[in-house]
């Protein structure tokens, strides 16, 4: 089997290097062409210097930039992955992006008799390097089925959410159940510090129950520390908001409490905070 | 060891109740008398017809009522519980009430002799019905010892939260939580439903990440199918977050996202749906 790996940014590089170390002839692609003989060094394999040319040949071709702009440039025209990738091979989007790009990309694989799998990812930066993502993916069954096995070299969960785009749909609610959770936490430890409660107490406590959060347990630590290093980054969190958002105009759907958070995420990008994590929600408490 | 139990609501019922089967001589004091004689028909022990005589001769007083006002009216006064006990006795209050009003009654029963526990509890009925409330406490240590193998009867798990008034203040940020969590899926879930989303997928998906929570497992198929009948009803809810703003108020500290859940669960009482439990927040999407 040969696979390309387009993007090796904090999430693609480790995940290409999971592939890599499973045995699996990898070619990579960066935008920035040091990072790819950086990880050929690492992990072997071999480098290219378009999409198109990492994608000859592959059975699957795996992708992780930055936005919707981001895929397109390295999927359309005569150096994209599309133009590379032989017939019948399965184009993986890991990127966090729109519905809509979803479709866009699956309806132009098509024509060039390619399958496509919109794939979005939750575990962050540390789920990538430990090999233990989730991947929520939108297509059809079969070539679910063909990806999932090699998938599995970096995610611990993947699963066919729906159709094409369900993948970017699902990651959506994802991000509007965190925006929520995080809030909360951020409102209620702030309370508690002002009311001299002792966090470890407390959270052994109400984690408990229905208070009770994968982010109480993770991030309660250092959100009570005012540290907010660990990952994912609230301008990537507005990147998803955003497109989020922008779905939910299309169905009409209220988002007032998530629209309330990304104004708080924004004061925190004007204060310099953009690369502080999600949970930075707290600091606006702390001044 | 002798106790007793004042207030036989959905909590204190069937908390009364695992102090009987654990074979402690519970006598039992309820403003409805008639709800005390089914409870005793039920578990034995006795009923008295004031909390002054439910609590004479015991070694621990429990109770769970509404609110302060309520807590008041069964603790102070000649017809009090803090009339009747013992010197030396505890009286644990597991009603969820202001950490003031947990302050003032430590100092009246400080005043007799007697020693004094705020203790509400998470859990809601069928934790209560199953024994396996969590209880956050505040107060002493040596207090605090004594009760809480007795409280075991009807607890998973208990914690001494600092000095009185803590319980009560974690309490409340367990609420706040709530508030952020319950939020975050009635929005989520509802832009899940309206873009199509299979509930079952999603959750088994996301919940296994940063965006999962106790609410999301326990609540996610009730909430898509509309259905809000499960406890904690939203009347409850607002009495305790109205609890929360007060004291925050005195902390000067914000409850932004929290006041505007406060909001639309005063929407939902206008609606009709006081005794609705918590989840109902997206209620208001499914119009």
Chains 1, 2 share one sequence.
Not at 36 to 61: H, N, R
Not at 124 to 133: K, P, T
Not at 241 to 250: M, N, P, Q, T, V
């Amino acid at each position: 089997m040969k696979v390309a790996f387009i993007g090796l940014g904090v999430m693609g590089y480790p995940m290409a290097g999971h592939l890599a170390k499973a045995n699996i002839d990898v070619c990579v692609y960066n935008r920035s062409h040091e990072k790819a003989l950086a990880w050929q060094a690492e992990f072997g394999g071999s480098v290219a210097t378009t999409p198109a040319l990492a994608a000859q040949g592959c059975d699957l071709v795996f992708c992780c930039v930055g936005n919707d702009d981001d895929v397109r440039q390295v999927t359309l025209g005569e150096n994209g992955i599309l133009a590379g990738m032989p017939q019948g091979s399965i184009f993986v989007d890991h990127t966090t992006a729109s519905a809509e790009l979803a479709r866009e990309l699956a309806s132009v694989a098509l024509t060039h008799g390619q399958y496509f799998l919109d794939a979005p990812v939750s575990g962050g930066q540390a789920g990538a390097e430990n090999g233990v993502l989730t991947v929520m993916c939108g297509g059809d069954a079969a070539t679910f089925a063909k990806a999932q096995p090699v998938m599995d070299a970096y995610a611990r969960f993947s699963q066919l959410m729906g159709p094409v785009g369900s993948g970017q749909l699902a990651k959506m609610v994802n991000q509007i159940c965190i925006a929520g959770v995080v809030q909360g936490l951020a409102e209620g430890f702030n309370f508690a510090e002002k009311v001299g409660l002792d966090p470890k107490a407390l959270v052994e406590t109400i984690s408990k129950g229905a208070a009770g959060s994968w982010q109480m347990e993770n991030r309660y630590q250092t959100m009570f520390a005012g540290e907010y290093d660990f990952g994912f980054a609230v301008d990537w969190m507005r990147k998803d908001l955003g497109i989020a958002f922008s779905e939910a105009d299309k169905h009409d759907v209220a988002l007032p409490m998530t629209k309330m958070v990304d104004g708080f995420y924004q004061e925190i990008q004007e204060n310099g905070g953009n690369r502080w994590d999600t949970s930075s929600l707290i600091s606006r408490f702390k001044k």
